[in-house]
């Protein structure tokens, strides 16, 4: 712990440690036999000291204060921290080191992860008593009179950053890693997560991301609105007299912070910042954020981290269940200033070495900026201990398999597990069984392919894919994928994937407008340019109804033309998809994109080709999209999708754009909620689904509520479609044997759909529950115009 005061009992006689904790004090008689060390919010701890022993080594560990300080008003005019606190704001733009035209440095990061807060219940449960034999047999991790925890995982990572601001670019080139962890199978993926893109804190920003949530700098152009400041002392920090101020949060509920700032007299710089986020915030399953940077001025006047140190305290999610502690630790050397690379330097924002894993003897003990504490080394030597044990082994095979959905068998993972069952009124029990390959069978080929069976439908589904690596830089692959398998008109697995509850629940009990489909496709896919993807589709697919569905063939001569039951579709999608600032990482043989705050937009064109493999339709099909997640700050996120498409082609319905409703009990943030299937089907629509969530807005000034934790949410759906008169007149009013044929749909008029929902999320830390007002088209039949709507979610 930085900063602490450890001095002599009753006596002036001290010191403060410095940012890694470390303390020194010399006197040529020792004044008192204890010492203290204390810091505000934590017990005052005190230690013997001997008269008679010259050199002596005394460890201190502080245990946290939950006494709550009575209030001290003094009124003396202006707080005396304000005028420092303008001369803060006035010179940040100075003082930020995005003042500078570009900036480059070493940067080392240590990285480990405890299992805190181990009760004797827990210790005694049969699997943890082989583990817990280990935890004894070496020397406990934590400190003197401090509860033991359990290290699951430790890194240390050397690399080089680089910054530019204008353009703004970022990239790091991760040089060496060392990865020792229970459950760590690979380090490829997290080789591209310990380096410092991870570690940004800049407190000069107004709001600061951390753990997916936005925090009020200290230091914001709104400091008034968020925070209370005290100032407490003038002092040397180093080189630099600095004012030191006291912070605490206006209310305890909002995510800013309490501790500690010492700003520059003569730049207003920040100079260092020691301060926490405590379990009284608006956060889930966080009992302590706490964060400790140091930075230093550049030959320009804008200064740049030093050294930071991140400590977040996962709660215990119910009692007897332990807690879990993430340290991050980073040191930044040998700073370059305003010299820029040119802009093809920055194409790549993360990469990992190759060998970054192989390091020659003796290499960290020279690179490493710190050396690591008889702590950290005991670290090493417990996990290395532990992650062997027969009884981890398996629990980690289980644990992975509830993640992933799949277990690894040898160069195979099998599953997933969560489609393996099914039941509906079309198949009755289905059975599914799948696999794909990993990358012990190889780093070019993906093999993908399931089989299931239909207990009354005694019908066999099945997909196979084979996918080919081109290159990882750019990422680029091309693929050959053959499926045959049941689908829903208007409820297409690709449309839902991504929303489990309501895929599941739709694929249950009764189907509607089943049909089976046969696609052949091939499919390649590039990066032409950071930020520019190009997707390329040829898709070939027989339609197959298992409902009441038919067609005229040659729809202007009705008296005269076949009646068609199904049909072959063949054609090229053309899709390009363009952002800004996104980074993706690399996790074996698959791509995550870790997402980003610019615009997604997506353009996708379709080509239909008749008698080309014996398609049935020549046609077109245009698509736009736009997503965006905005963080909005004070006011929290919002999140949009804007879709809008035309198809000037005569098709049938299911070729058409039927509208996602939703008549389960679960909401999808991506369906027209209130809106049945099947109710609406365009060939010309735009669409717009926004959601905002407020997080802490409004519950976190009502008294009493605010301790619920709970967070308001509001969302709008609105939807302008319309459908031509010669998509309409293609149904005849039976099919080939007679059977009325199932053409219940209809088309939006000139006004839209539009519905509008608030909601509370956060109820029990899972539970989100939406109420919808249908606020047009309310006179339909079987349609509803209020419904509520449950979902889980896990956010912190």
């Not at 459950?183 to 380096?195: A, E, K, Y």
Request: proline share 4%; with cysteine; hydrophobic share 35%.
């Amino acid at each position: 712990m930085p900063f602490v005061n450890v001095y002599f009992k009753s006596t002036t006689t001290g010191i403060t440690t410095d940012f890694d904790g470390y303390y020194t004090i010399s006197v040529s008689k020792v004044p008192s036999d204890s010492l203290l060390a204390s810091y505000i919010g934590y017990i005052t701890r005190a230690k013997s000291v001997s008269k008679t022993q010259a050199n002596q080594t005394i460890d201190f560990q502080l245990s946290t204060d939950n006494v709550k300080l009575d209030e001290v008003v003094v009124y003396a005019g202006e707080n005396p921290a304000f005028p420092i606190m303008r001369n803060v704001i006035k010179n940040k733009d100075i003082n930020d080191k995005k003042s500078l035209t570009a900036y480059e440095f070493e940067s080392y990061n240590k990285i480990e992860l405890d299992i805190d807060q181990i009760s004797e219940k827990f210790r005694q449960r049969k699997f943890m008593q082989q583990i817990t034999s280990v935890m004894d047999s070496i020397e406990r991790i934590a400190g003197e009179d401090g509860k033991p925890i359990l290290p699951i995982f430790i890194s240390e990572s050397i690399s080089n950053y680089y910054y530019r601001q204008t353009p703004q670019k970022k990239r790091e080139h991760i040089l060496k890693t060392k990865l020792t962890g229970i459950g760590i199978q690979d380090g490829s993926l997290v080789s591209q997560l310990i380096g410092s893109s991870f570690q940004e804190y800049n407190f000069y920003n107004n709001w600061l991301n951390i753990v997916e949530k936005d925090f009020v700098s200290p230091i914001a152009d709104g400091w008034k609105t968020y925070y209370e400041y005290i100032l407490v002392d003038s002092l040397y920090v180093g080189e630099h007299w600095c004012y030191r101020m006291d912070i605490t949060p206006k209310r305890v509920q909002d995510l800013a912070f309490t501790g500690t700032i010492w700003i520059d007299s003569k730049s207003y710089a920040l100079k260092q910042i020691d301060v926490s986020i405590g379990k009284g915030a608006n956060l889930n399953f966080v009992e302590k954020i706490k964060i400790q940077q140091e930075l230093a001025p550049t030959i320009s006047q804008a200064w740049l981290p030093v050294r930071t140190r991140v400590l977040i305290d996962i709660a215990e999610i119910k009692d007897q269940t332990p807690g879990m502690l993430a340290k991050f630790y980073t040191s930044n050397k040998n700073f370059k200033i305003n010299q820029p690379h040119d802009l093809k330097f920055y194409e790549v924002p993360l990469e990992v070495e190759e060998d970054s894993r192989m390091a020659e003897k003796g290499y960290w003990e020279t690179n490493r900026h710190d050396s690591l504490t008889p702590t950290e080394q005991n670290v090493y030597v417990m996990i290395d201990s532990i992650r062997n044990m027969p009884v981890v082994k398996s629990y980690i095979e289980i644990v992975n398999i509830v993640v992933n959905g799949y277990k690894k068998v040898g160069k195979v993972d099998i599953g997933p597990y969560v489609l393996a069952y099914n039941f509906n009124e079309v198949e009755g029990h289905r059975i599914r069984l799948g696999f794909k390959t990993n990358i012990d069978f190889s780093k070019k080929w993906v093999i993908k392919a399931y089989a299931a069976y239909g207990t009354k439908d005694t019908r066999l589904k099945y997909s196979a894919e084979v996918q080919h690596i081109l290159s990882r830089k750019p990422w680029s692959f091309i693929g050959l994928k053959r499926t045959s398998d049941l689908e829903q008109v208007g409820l297409l697995t690709e449309d839902i994937y991504d929303n489990t509850l309501f895929l599941a629940s739709s694929r249950f009990g009764t189907l509607r407008r089943p049909f089976i489909y046969t696609e052949n496709t091939l499919y390649a896919q590039t990066d032409v340019r950071k930020g520019f993807t190009q997707r390329i589709k040829l898709h070939q697919q027989h339609f197959d109804p298992l409902f009441d569905f038919a067609f005229y063939k040659q729809p202007e001569d009705t008296d005269n033309s076949p009646i068609l039951r199904s049909y072959k579709s063949s054609e090229i999608i053309i899709e390009s998809r363009f952002t800004k600032d996104e980074l993706f990482l690399q996790n074996d043989n698959e791509r995550i994109s870790l997402g980003t705050t610019k615009p997604v937009i997506t353009l996708q064109y379709t080509l239909g080709l008749k008698g080309v493999l014996g398609g049935d339709f020549d046609y077109q099909k245009f698509n736009i999209m736009a997503t965006q997640n905005l963080r909005l700050g004070y006011l929290g996120r919002s999140t949009y999708i804007i879709n809008a498409g035309y198809i000037p082609s005569r098709l049938p319905y299911p070729l058409l754009r039927t509208h996602l409703g939703n008549q389960t009990f679960f909401y999808n943030s991506q369906s027209f909620n209130l809106m049945n299937y099947f109710e609406f089907v365009s060939d010309k629509y735009a669409s717009l689904n926004y959601q905002h969530n407020f997080e802490g807005l409004f519950f976190n000034r009502i008294p009493l509520m605010r301790k619920l934790k709970w967070r308001f949410v509001a969302t709008a759906n609105v939807l302008y479609g319309s459908l031509r008169n010669e998509n309409r007149t293609l149904y005849p009013t039976t099919d080939p044997d007679g059977n009325p044929v199932d053409d219940n749909f209809s088309s939006l008029g000139n006004i839209p759909y539009v519905e509008v929902g608030y909601g509370i999320e956060n109820i029990f830390k899972f539970i989100r529950i939406d109420a919808i007002h249908r606020l047009t088209y309310k006179d339909r039949p079987g349609i509803r115009t209020f419904g509520v709507k449950v979902s889980t979610q896990f956010k912190l």
